[in-house]
């Protein structure tokens, strides 16, 4: 890269730095000044201008702020105090943000609820932050009742559209009772006392390795997403950003949300990610923006093209997770001008911004900046899923080039602060102490990474999802983005499965295909792609597998089965044979159990 080039990038993260830290600044753990503060400052500025859209209307600011203060009220009459917290379970909508913001209004939490979950899984997200009151829609509450079973407390159901004859002693219409209460603001003493550090919403796991855990959202941390996106993306009261992922993660209800509510723009809510009419709403809709997770992009790419690829008025793609390998067909396809790549976690410290658009890198952290940015890597152990510590104790930094685990310092101030979980055990095992210094305490991201001599931080995997076979590391992430074009290939899952009298984890891939599977054609890409302790070992064929919200393949289920075939639907394959790879037949899994068959 030449001399003109490397000071336009400079300038241009520099740009996007200063954007991001001028709005987050004000932020203090001890201040009374809250989310719901950022809100109500917006709604004065730009009262009249339109605030959100879903698929059935549109309200403007002083609309949205009247309808949030109803809630607020409603949940006062209620008898709620500071120390309830509020399940909302309950699809995108208005009625969606209006909820949390009010409850915000009177220091009341909410508790943001995968409304993909059921039965128990669902009644654990309400139990492990003592939930009494949930609101609902008509398309979830159902959902609710079914789970009320394994609740550790009684419930009262609040639902948005139920009809009367559906309504019965737990259960009551929310509309009528909203409607009844005052539009007016609370008064701010309703909320005295409270500061930054006091929770405004909890937020769960994806629960792709196991039941979600609740993470606490101080008002810091929501407001530090808001504001640092509001800030990042330059957003203005002309643009219109395009939101359809979910609002209960924190990408779609804060890093989405706040680009828009904060700087006097049009939110636009989908109830769900549709991969057909995605481009034609974008363009009837006029959005300028769109808030992404790296699947709904590769969805995207997958899709045949259309007349509306590029009929859109988007100048700016923002989120997280957007694979290296779709990455240039994404942006050169849908002729996308920036994209705005960032890494963070719901519940961490630790966060980095690609502002240049480095294709493939999740954030850089230029030398001159070491200090400022809150992420140093650390050399790691993939056999123990620790890190490496030296002859005296403390870790050691990774080089360029290294793997190692990401971690951030932890401190008393918005950028170092770990807010942590519901669960304090579960906190305590993010928490790293003795790194660089005795008694120093650092939040395991868990996530591996690698940087580059000039800065660049690219993701590896998660741990776990890397595994050790025939003494060499496995990134299941890599092996994913290099067998996703092999021949008729639509979906490629991979993890590792321990294999008896065997040491580390063998490596496995779930295939969903657009055609049929070909043995041969599939081991001479794998072949061409991979090294040889990285090609899959087993197959399994899959017609489908369900997704969480964010549409990741929960792996840890696909790890449990592994290769048994009374546990898996679908044909298996091992590496063997005349073709590359050959059926699992009862004698070769016998074999391979009994170590007569070493792979």
């Given at each position: 890269?030449?001399?003109?080039?490397?000071?336009?990038?400079?300038?241009?993260?520099?740009?996007?730095?200063?954007?991001?830290?001028?709005?987050?600044?004000?932020?203090?753990?001890?201040?009374?000044?809250?989310?719901?503060?950022?809100?109500?400052?917006?709604?004065?500025?730009?009262?009249?201008?339109?605030?959100?859209?879903?698929?059935?209307?549109?309200?403007?600011?002083?609309?949205?702020?009247?309808?949030?203060?109803?809630?607020?009220?409603?949940?006062?009459?209620r008898n709620l105090r500071?120390?309830?917290?509020?399940?909302?379970?309950?699809?995108?909508?208005?009625?969606?943000?209006?909820?949390?913001?009010?409850?915000?209004?009177?220091?009341?939490?909410?508790?943001?609820?995968?409304?993909?979950?059921?039965?128990?899984?669902?009644?654990?997200?309400?139990?492990?932050?003592?939930?009494?009151?949930?609101?609902?829609?008509?398309?979830?509450?159902?959902?609710?009742?079914?789970?009320?079973?394994?609740?550790?407390?009684?419930?009262?159901?609040?639902?948005?559209?139920?009809?009367?004859?559906?309504?019965?002693?737990?259960?009551?219409?929310?509309?009528?009772?909203?409607?009844?209460?005052?539009?007016?603001?609370?008064?701010?003493?309703?909320?005295?006392?409270?500061?930054?550090?006091?929770?405004?919403?909890?937020?769960y796991t994806s629960g792709?390795?196991?039941?979600?855990?609740?993470?606490?959202?101080?008002?810091?941390?929501?407001?530090?997403?808001?504001?640092?996106?509001?800030?990042?993306?330059?957003?203005?009261?002309?643009?219109?950003?395009?939101?359809?992922?979910?609002?209960?993660?924190?990408?779609?209800?804060?890093?989405?949300?706040?680009?828009?509510?904060?700087?006097?723009?049009?939110?636009?809510?989908?109830?769900?990610?549709?991969?057909?009419?995605?481009?034609?709403?974008?363009?009837?809709?006029?959005?300028?923006?769109?808030?992404?997770?790296?699947?709904?992009?590769?969805?995207?790419?997958?899709?045949?093209?259309?007349?509306?690829?590029?009929?859109?008025?988007?100048?700016?793609?923002?989120?997280?997770?957007?694979?290296?390998?779709?990455?240039?067909?994404?942006?050169?396809?849908?002729?996308?001008?920036?994209?705005?790549?960032?890494?963070?976690?719901?519940?961490?410290?630790?966060?980095?911004?690609?502002?240049?658009?480095?294709?493939?890198?999740?954030?850089?952290?230029?030398?001159?900046?070491?200090?400022?940015?809150?992420?140093?890597?650390?050399?790691?152990?993939?056999?123990?899923?620790?890190?490496?510590?030296?002859?005296?104790?403390?870790?050691?930094?990774?080089?360029p080039g290294e793997i190692?685990?990401?971690?951030?310092?932890?401190?008393?101030?918005?950028?170092?602060?770990?807010?942590?979980?519901?669960?304090?055990?579960?906190?305590?095992?993010?928490?790293?102490?003795?790194?660089?210094?005795?008694?120093?305490?650092?939040?395991?991201?868990?996530?591996?990474?690698?940087?580059?001599?000039?800065?660049?931080?690219?993701?590896?995997?998660?741990?776990?999802?890397?595994?050790?076979?025939?003494?060499?590391?496995?990134?299941?992430?890599?092996?994913?983005?290099?067998?996703?074009?092999?021949?008729?290939?639509?979906?490629?899952?991979?993890?590792?499965?321990?294999?008896?009298?065997?040491?580390?984890?063998?490596?496995?891939?779930?295939?969903?295909?657009?055609?049929?599977?070909?043995?041969?054609?599939?081991?001479?890409?794998?072949?061409?792609?991979?090294?040889?302790?990285?090609?899959?070992?087993?197959?399994?064929?899959?017609?489908?597998?369900?997704?969480?919200?964010?549409?990741?393949?929960?792996?840890?289920?696909?790890?449990?089965?592994?290769?048994?075939?009374?546990?898996?639907?679908?044909?298996?394959?091992?590496?063997?044979?005349?073709?590359?790879?050959?059926?699992?037949?009862?004698?070769?899994?016998?074999?391979?159990?009994?170590?007569?068959?070493?792979?």
């Open positions: 890269m030449g001399l003109a080039a490397n000071i336009k990038r400079d300038l241009k993260f520099a740009a996007g730095l200063r954007r991001l830290l001028k709005r987050i600044k004000p932020i203090e753990l001890d201040s009374t000044v809250l989310l719901c503060d950022d809100f109500e400052e917006a709604v004065d500025k730009f009262g009249d201008n339109i605030a959100v859209e879903d698929e059935t209307r549109k309200v403007t600011y002083r609309e949205l702020d009247a309808l949030a203060n109803r809630y607020a009220h409603w949940a006062r009459g500071r120390s309830d917290v509020i399940g909302l379970v309950m699809t995108n909508r208005i009625e969606y943000l209006a909820s949390w913001i009010g409850f915000s209004k009177v220091g009341i939490a909410t508790a943001l609820i995968n409304t993909n979950l059921t039965g128990q899984a669902l009644a654990h997200c309400l139990n492990i932050v003592n939930v009494a009151q949930v609101v609902a829609d008509e398309g979830t509450w159902h959902q609710v009742e079914d789970a009320r079973a394994f609740t550790s407390r009684t419930l009262m159901l609040w639902v948005v559209g139920l009809q009367p004859e559906q309504e019965a002693d737990a259960r009551r219409n929310l509309d009528n009772a909203v409607r009844s209460a005052s539009s007016v603001r609370p008064l701010k003493t309703v909320r005295e006392g409270l500061t930054n550090r006091d929770t405004a919403l909890y937020i792709t390795t196991g039941l979600p855990k609740a993470a606490r959202i101080p008002h810091s941390r929501a407001r530090t997403y808001m504001r640092a996106f509001a800030g990042c993306t330059n957003a203005t009261p002309q643009d219109a950003i395009f939101d359809v992922l979910p609002l209960y993660h924190s990408t779609g209800g804060l890093v989405g949300v706040g680009p828009a509510l904060l700087n006097g723009g049009r939110l636009i809510l989908r109830k769900k990610f549709s991969a057909k009419s995605f481009w034609p709403d974008v363009r009837s809709t006029g959005a300028t923006m769109f808030v992404y997770i790296g699947e709904l992009c590769r969805y995207l790419v997958n899709c045949p093209p259309g007349e509306d690829d590029r009929a859109h008025k988007l100048k700016l793609a923002f989120g997280n997770g957007l694979r290296p390998d779709v990455w240039p067909d994404f942006q050169s396809r849908f002729r996308i001008p920036d994209i705005l790549e960032f890494y963070g976690s719901t519940e961490g410290n630790v966060s980095l911004f690609n502002f240049d658009g480095k294709q493939g890198a999740i954030g850089r952290v230029p030398k001159l900046l070491k200090k400022q940015i809150n992420i140093r890597l650390v050399r790691f152990d993939v056999d123990t899923n620790e890190p490496v510590r030296a002859p005296n104790g403390l870790c050691e930094e990774a080089r190692g685990e990401a971690i951030g310092a932890i401190g008393n101030d918005v950028r170092h602060d770990f807010s942590g979980y519901a669960d304090k055990a579960a906190s305590e095992k993010k928490i790293l102490t003795d790194v660089f210094a005795r008694g120093d305490k650092w939040f395991r991201t868990g996530d591996l990474m690698r940087q580059d001599s000039e800065g660049y931080l690219y993701f590896i995997d998660r741990i776990g999802d890397t595994f050790r076979w025939k003494g060499e590391n496995v990134s299941t992430s890599e092996v994913e983005q290099r067998l996703a074009e092999a021949p008729g290939v639509r979906e490629v899952i991979a993890y590792g499965v321990p294999v008896p009298f065997t040491e580390g984890k063998a490596g496995m891939v779930t295939l969903i295909l657009d055609d049929k599977f070909s043995a041969k054609a599939f081991a001479d890409y794998a072949d061409e792609q991979l090294p040889s302790y990285a090609r899959p070992v087993f197959i399994r064929i899959a017609k489908s597998l369900e997704t969480t919200g964010t549409f990741k393949y929960r792996k840890v289920d696909l790890v449990s089965e592994g290769f048994d075939p009374a546990k898996v639907d679908g044909p298996i394959y091992v590496r063997g044979g005349k073709s590359g790879y050959q059926k699992l037949t009862p004698a070769i899994l016998a074999a391979i159990i009994s170590g007569e068959n070493r792979l």
